[in-house]
């Protein structure tokens, strides 16, 4: 086997883990489906076209991560939705575990979550 068939096997697999993990996302609030969705479609890229155009074709990638790549942001509905969510299960996290140092790690995940969002994300109209 070659070393560029062996790469394209790894790819693909990446890709799938990718995306099972991009599904269990949209299914649960908890974690976030889109970044997966994106690296999944960098892995098939890499790894194969068909895969890749599939992929693209999906309702999900087109829900999730089309909009993203190709606006290179998020309106201020979906920026608020998505921390609106996040700091629901934060906040559930927070007082349902009992022991300080991952409180305070929890809340600190939720500041950078919010820096990150407001000034990382381009916000487009």
Not at 7 to 22: E, P, R, Y
Request: aromatic share 14%; hydrophobic share 55%.
């Amino acid at each position: 086997m070659t070393i560029k068939k062996l790469k394209s096997i790894l790819f693909l697999l990446l890709g799938f883990l990718s995306l099972m993990v991009g599904v269990a996302g949209t299914v649960l609030p908890v974690l976030p489906g889109g970044p997966f969705y994106l690296f999944a479609a960098y892995c098939f890229a890499k790894g194969s076209r068909r895969m890749e155009n599939w992929l693209k074709n999906t309702k999900l990638y087109k829900k999730y991560a089309e909009a993203f790549i190709e606006k290179k942001g998020l309106s201020r509905k979906e920026k608020i939705r998505i921390n609106l969510i996040a700091d629901f299960f934060i906040i559930i996290s927070i007082v349902i575990v009992e022991i300080l140092p991952v409180q305070i790690l929890l809340a600190v995940l939720a500041l950078f979550k919010h820096y990150y969002f407001i000034k990382k994300i381009k916000t487009i109209s």
